[in-house]
Every structure is written in structure tokens, then in C-alpha cells.
């Protein structure tokens, strides 16, 4: 019912207004998972692919609210909100995990091509030699288990030290994880500073 929907509307907004981020994010983050989860139970299926994107992108706002989960998710504690969401991103990751096995592992970002001769190039910070990036290769495209393909390309942002960005080819459902990027990976006898220690 309308009156019904705006209780409820007004209850989400009223919720959003006090919350700490972390709490914030942590409800978004299992919104869109559940969203995923109950649109491939919805479509009696496991294969986001077998999906129909059209009639789900067109459901209706009662039909969201349904599969996001919304009404349940606000009265939960972080504790639970927590175990939830480390739930359903880790079955995502198992999958991809298991693709990246099949295929033995692939890194998709191209090597860059430098304009500058190579006794220089060591002696530059990392930083630095991302400036001296003349040609931007795009990387090589990775199929998802989902369906859909990435690829690490030139950044269409306009800023002097943007570099790769990861496109997106194909239909991806609300709550995917896509992939994830560990950032620097330190061995443990070394530390911050690049010290070894034993």
C-alpha cells in the first residue's frame, strides 16, 4: 500500500541520517548483494548469464525493496550486517577464484612502453616512470565467470598521473564482485621501509 511505502521510505531516510560510514557502507554493500542473490533465486537459476537484464532492471520499486532486503537489513546489528556481506562476497570470490585456476592466472595490465633509454628508466620511482608513459597498451580482455569482460585501458579521466582503468564489456547484475586489486604486496621479512628483518 502507498501509506505502507512511505513508512517504510521515511524509515530508510531517517536511517541514513545517523549513521557512522562504516554502517552505511556495510548496509549498501548487502543491499546489492542480496539484490544479486534474490534476482538469481528469482530466475530459478545460479548463472547470472541465464538472467533476463531488461525485465530485471525494470522491476518495480516494491519488487527492489523485496529483493534488497531492505526492511530486514535496517534493524540488524553491524555484527550480523558483517557476516552477511563476508558470506555472500565470499562465495563470489570462490567462483572467480576457481576461474582464475582454470586458466592459470593472467595479468591484464599490458607492459608500457617508455620513450626514454633504460639505464635511466632504473634509477626512476615508480611514480615517475608512470609520468614518462607514452602509449597506453590496453590490457588483455578476462571473460568473467558472469559473462561479461574487463580489460585495463587508458583512464578516460583527464588528470596528468591517471593511468589504467578497468572497462567493462557486457551486462553485470547490481551486488557482482567484479575482481579486486591487493595493491603492494610486501614480503613478511621486509617492511614499511624496505628494510629486511629477520
Known sequence: TPSRRMALLRKVVDY????????TDLTLMLMYL????NLLKKYDTSDPKLV???SATSDSAQEIQKLTGIEEILSWKNSKKTSAVTQLIDEQVFVLMEEVAKIGGLNPYPKPQYQTNAEKLNLLTE???RKLIDIFNPGV??????GFKLQARKSNIDHP??????????KILPGTVI?????????????LYGIKTD
Do not use: A, C, M
Open 16 to 23: 541514513f541520517k545517523t549513521p557512522s560510514q562504516k554502517d
Open 34 to 37: 542480496n539484490h544479486r542473490k
Open 52 to 54: 533476463d537484464y531488461e
Open 127 to 129: 611514480k615517475e616512470k
Open 141 to 146: 580482455p578476462i571473460t568473467h565467470p558472469d
Open 161 to 170: 598521473e591517471s593511468g589504467y582503468g578497468v572497462f567493462i564489456d557486457g
Open 179 to 191: 575482481g579486486f586489486y591487493p595493491g603492494t604486496v610486501y614480503h613478511p621479512k621486509v617492511n
